[in-house]
């Protein structure tokens, strides 16, 4: 079945344009129905309407009341009828407005192998620690941050004289294609937390 879903982003989108590729293409039986950014100058506010896709931008002002901007981002999405709320690269913390109104259907991207380096800086976090392997997960958000139930990781192993840069760009090239496949699953209906807030993935 095609899931509907909203997109939310702060920056260049690219998440966001390889989940527009996908479905593009066929391989993602999705439709995003509303992008929103909590910036005005987001690049990936042009790739969404390159795409043709409605946009919703919120501005500082607005956001000076976290909660009220929920309120109104939680309004607009459930007036488009969204099953998902896809977080791709949105550096705000989603607040009980819009977790309430999808429980267990706010998803989000975080570039490191949670529970290790949660926060805004996991790439950089990860590389200081000289780690030999990192990674990738999307997990549900809940009131805790960077930890809700985990629907996926995909790892990384950490190249001997990588700069943090060669890091960043090899964890991007896993989001971008990680991040569709779950959205997948989800269209397909396979995902599923169970009381103890782990997630059960139906086979394929």
Same mark, same amino acid.
């Given at each position: 079945?095609?899931?509907?879903?909203?997109?939310?982003?702060?920056?260049?989108?690219?998440?966001?344009?390889?989940?527009?590729?996908?479905?593009? !293409?066929?391989?993602?039986?999705?439709?995003?129905?509303?992008? /929103?950014?909590?910036?005005?100058?987001?690049?990936?506010?042009?790739?969404?309407?390159?795409?043709?896709?409605?946009?919703?931008?919120?501005?500082?002002?607005?956001?000076?009341?976290?909660?009220n901007a929920d309120e109104i981002i939680a309004a607009?999405?459930?007036?488009?009828?969204? !099953?998902?709320?896809?977080?791709?690269?949105?550096?705000?913390?989603?607040?009980d407005p819009i977790l309430a109104a999808f429980p267990?259907?706010? /998803?989000?991207?975080?570039?490191?192998?949670?529970?290790?380096?949660?926060?805004?800086?996991?790439?950089?976090?990860?590389?200081?620690?000289?780690?030999?392997?990192?990674?990738?997960?999307?997990?549900?958000?809940?009131? !805790?941050?960077?930890?809700?139930?985990?629907?996926?990781?995909?790892?990384?192993? /950490?190249?001997?004289?990588?700069?943090? !840069?060669?890091?960043?760009?090899?964890?991007?090239?896993?989001?971008?294609?990680?991040?569709?496949?779950?959205?997948?699953?989800?269209?397909?209906?396979?995902?599923?937390?169970?009381?103890?807030?782990?997630?059960?993935?139906?086979?394929?």
């Amino acid at each position: 079945m095609s899931v509907k879903i909203g997109v939310l982003i702060s920056g260049s989108g690219t998440n966001l344009q390889a989940i527009i590729d996908r479905i593009a !293409d066929g391989s993602l039986d999705a439709s995003i129905e509303l992008v /929103v950014s909590s910036r005005p100058s987001a690049f990936g506010l042009k790739r969404a309407e390159a795409a043709g896709l409605q946009t919703l931008t919120l501005s500082k002002e607005i956001y000076a009341d976290p909660e009220n901007a929920d309120e109104i981002i939680a309004a607009e999405l459930t007036r488009r009828g969204v !099953d998902y709320v896809i977080m791709a690269g949105y550096m705000r913390k989603v607040n009980d407005p819009i977790l309430a109104a999808f429980p267990n259907r706010v /998803v989000n991207l975080h570039p490191a192998l949670l529970p290790s380096f949660p926060g805004a800086h996991a790439i950089d976090d990860a590389y200081a620690r000289g780690v030999k392997v990192t990674g990738v997960t999307v997990h549900f958000a809940n009131a !805790d941050y960077d930890a809700g139930p985990i629907i996926a990781q995909r790892a990384l192993a /950490v190249e001997e004289g990588w700069t943090v !840069d060669e890091l960043e760009e090899h964890i991007h090239e896993i989001e971008h294609e990680l991040y569709p496949e779950v959205v997948g699953m989800l269209a397909a209906g396979r995902v599923h937390v169970r009381e103890d807030l782990t997630v059960a993935i139906d086979p394929a």
